[in-house]
């Protein structure tokens, strides 16, 4: 998917302003489906990290 989100934009330079905007749209479409499966931080490292200097 990353792969994918990246090839949206490097078309997206080139293309015109509509098609532009829907290939960039598509592209954070991807970003957020990465976010989704991501493995999120735990309570206890969240705490940690922000401790940290």
Do not use: G, V
């Amino acid at each position: 998917m990353k792969e994918q989100a990246e090839r949206c934009r490097r078309l997206a330079k080139h293309a015109d302003p509509f098609t532009q905007k829907r290939l960039l749209d598509l592209a954070l479409e991807y970003d957020a489906r990465i976010a989704q499966l991501e493995p999120k931080p735990s309570a206890a490292s969240r705490t940690l990290r922000k401790d940290e200097p």
